[in-house]
């Protein structure tokens, strides 16, 4: 082994335990956190507690929550993919997110379309609940951007000879050309409440599947989230 290979293997093997370390901390700080949020449910339900006591006891509540989220997030963007891997037909699972995001989309008056396309019969290896997470994440996103508006968000599926490409463009207002690229850092966001962690995620899972991810957009011109993913008949096996 050559000594570019060697600290290659070292960063990688660095990489590992960190993320190890990150996912024993992540799993410590849940626990405290559920044990906050069981102590304010008890005081915010007590008979004895002035109303703003119990405003204050609702508020750690409410904080319990977005930290839990929050460690989540972070816990499924520091460990492995895990997960049976299995063809995956991509219209049909476009259908299925399409159908998740339904509630929250009528609430905002925006309109989901699925364009299925060629590759509505096309299939990729991969772990199901894990593709379904991405595409719901960017599901999300995009009616949060449209929320005060409303518009339409398109899912849209393309067949090419090796790969499925799948687009997800909102009508939402956009952001600078120049913060595209900022998109899939961890903890960039643009939301008033968002953790900045959703996209780097939805770039892990595509990655870990053999795929990349990347985002067209410029102001009032809304945004477009473009996965592209091996098709099952070409892929080899992919590293989780």
Same mark, same amino acid.
């Given at each position: 082994?050559?000594?570019?290979?060697?600290?290659?293997?070292?960063?990688?093997?660095?990489?590992?335990?960190?993320?190890? =370390?990150?996912?024993?901390? *992540?799993? !410590?700080?849940?626990?405290?956190?559920?044990?906050?949020?069981?102590?304010?449910?008890?005081? =915010?339900?007590?008979?004895? %507690?002035?109303?703003? @006591? /119990?405003?204050?006891?609702? %508020?750690?509540?409410?904080?319990?929550?977005?930290?839990? !989220?929050?460690?989540?997030?972070?816990?499924?963007?520091?460990?492995?993919?895990?997960?049976?891997?299995?063809?995956?037909?991509?219209?049909?699972?476009? !259908?299925?997110?399409?159908?998740?995001?339904?509630?929250? *989309? @009528?609430?905002?008056?925006?309109?989901?379309?699925?364009?299925?396309? @060629?590759?509505?019969? %096309?299939?990729?290896?991969?772990?199901? #609940? #894990?593709?379904? &997470?991405?595409?719901?994440?960017?599901?999300?996103? =995009?009616?949060?951007?449209?929320?005060?508006?409303?518009?339409?968000?398109?899912?849209?599926?393309?067949?090419?000879?090796?790969?499925?490409?799948?687009?997800? /463009?909102?009508?939402?207002?956009?952001?600078?050309?120049?913060?595209?690229?900022?998109?899939?850092?961890?903890?960039?966001?643009? #939301?008033?409440?968002?953790?900045?962690?959703?996209?780097?995620?939805? /770039? #892990?899972?595509?990655?870990?599947?053999?795929?990349?991810? !990347?985002?067209?957009?410029?102001?009032?011109?809304?945004?477009?989230?473009?996965?592209?993913?091996?098709?099952?008949? &070409?892929?080899?096996?992919?590293?989780?």
């Amino acid at each position: 082994m050559n000594p570019p290979d060697v600290m290659v293997e070292r960063r990688a093997n660095r990489l590992q335990e960190l993320g190890q =370390a990150h996912a024993q901390l *992540a799993h !410590e700080l849940r626990n405290i956190l559920v044990n906050i949020g069981i102590l304010a449910r008890r005081l =915010a339900e007590s008979d004895s %507690l002035s109303d703003e @006591d /119990r405003e204050a006891a609702e %508020l750690i509540l409410q904080q319990e929550c977005m930290g839990e !989220e929050l460690l989540g997030e972070a816990l499924d963007l520091v460990s492995p993919l895990e997960g049976e891997r299995e063809p995956i037909e991509i219209g049909s699972l476009l !259908e299925e997110v399409g159908q998740t995001l339904e509630p929250a *989309a @009528d609430e905002h008056d925006i309109d989901i379309r699925i364009e299925p396309g @060629d590759a509505r019969a %096309l299939e990729v290896t991969g772990v199901r #609940k #894990k593709l379904r &997470q991405a595409f719901i994440n960017l599901g999300d996103n =995009a009616i949060d951007a449209m929320a005060e508006s409303g518009g339409s968000l398109t899912f849209a599926a393309e067949a090419g000879p090796e790969t499925v490409t799948v687009s997800v /463009r909102d009508t939402g207002p956009g952001i600078p050309e120049s913060e595209v690229d900022r998109l899939f850092q961890p903890f960039e966001t643009t #939301k008033e409440n968002g953790t900045g962690l959703g996209l780097p995620l939805v /770039r #892990k899972i595509v990655e870990a599947h053999g795929g990349h991810v !990347e985002a067209e957009s410029s102001s009032g011109q809304g945004l477009t989230v473009i996965a592209t993913l091996p098709r099952a008949e &070409q892929e080899g096996e992919c590293d989780s």
